[in-house]
């Protein structure tokens, strides 16, 4: 591995821990040995978008493009900073974001990183950040994911909805931020922060039911994998509707204690 690859995997690297100063560090590094690289003025684009800062997004991927005239990164971002420069919204500007490094952690049944469909408006959608956080809200049969000043940005999948639904009406609380967002694509990162009282023993997110969701239409195997995780979670249901509805009778030595935990290594 030569300099440039190595400081361009650096560089890769630091974007995605969102360590953004030191990953603009690095990619400066390589336009001083390599001036004539559309990917780091792609990179440095994508870096000070994020950051808010759309002058200097603009002019590197105007750079990359003129490097290579028809790259599709370039041309849809610069679509999206024209957006932005037709809003012309200072709130927009101004916003900041912290950065956890940690953010995106996965944890199997807590988190779960989905794509949102039914997405609202451009000048929205545009102004996404990464690491950004958002609200979700129920609306009629469906879970919407909307900015903290209440800006429409989607809805989760239906399947995903349902569920949630339950459980935020049960008063469990998640954190949502954004994951990735371009004006075709949005996606969040859900992590539950707390369960209602009612559904203290269910699991938020089903393993098979994220894969299904993320990975689009289901193979025969994975449908099959999917009904067992349904059956799974109906079976705790009905072993805690028993255990409520008659804790102490004639039976009770028949009741098992069924943890989340449990259904995930029979999963596997």
């Known amino acids: 591995m030569n300099d440039i690859e190595l400081l361009e995997q650096q560089a890769i690297d630091a974007a995605m821990n969102l360590q953004w100063k030191q990953a603009i560090a690095l990619n400066n590094q390589i336009i001083k040995l390599d001036p004539e690289n559309d990917s780091v003025y792609l990179r440095l684009g994508f870096i000070y978008l994020q950051l808010k800062d759309v002058a200097k997004s603009k002019r590197f991927y105007s750079k990359a493009l003129r490097i ?114 371009s004006l075709t694509k949005v996606v969040v990162f859900i992590k539950e922060e707390k369960k209602g009282r009612s559904v203290a023993h269910q699991v938020s997110f089903l393993q098979n039911i994220q894969r299904k969701i993320e990975e689009g239409p289901a193979t025969g195997e994975d449908k099959e994998e999917t009904a067992d995780a349904e059956d799974q979670e109906e079976h705790l249901e009905t072993w805690e509707k028993m255990a409520n509805e008659n804790p102490q009778g004639e039976d009770k030595d028949l009741l098992i204690e069924i943890h989340p935990d449990d259904l995930d290594e029979d999963e596997e």
């Open 68 to 181: 290579q005239p028809k790259n599709a990164v370039a041309l849809q971002n610069l679509e999206r900073i024209r957006v932005l420069e037709k809003a012309k919204s200072s709130k927009d500007k101004s916003e900041q974001i912290a950065f956890d490094p940690d953010l995106f952690i996965e944890s199997t049944g807590k988190t779960k990183t989905v794509a949102l469909a039914n997405l609202g408006q451009k000048n929205i959608l545009a102004s996404l950040a990464i690491g950004q956080p958002v609200m979700l809200k129920i609306k009629k049969r469906r879970v919407e994911v909307r900015t903290t000043s209440n800006d429409y940005i989607g809805t989760l999948p239906d399947d995903l909805s349902k569920r949630l639904i339950d459980f935020l009406k049960a008063k469990s609380i998640y954190v949502t931020y954004v994951k990735e967002s």
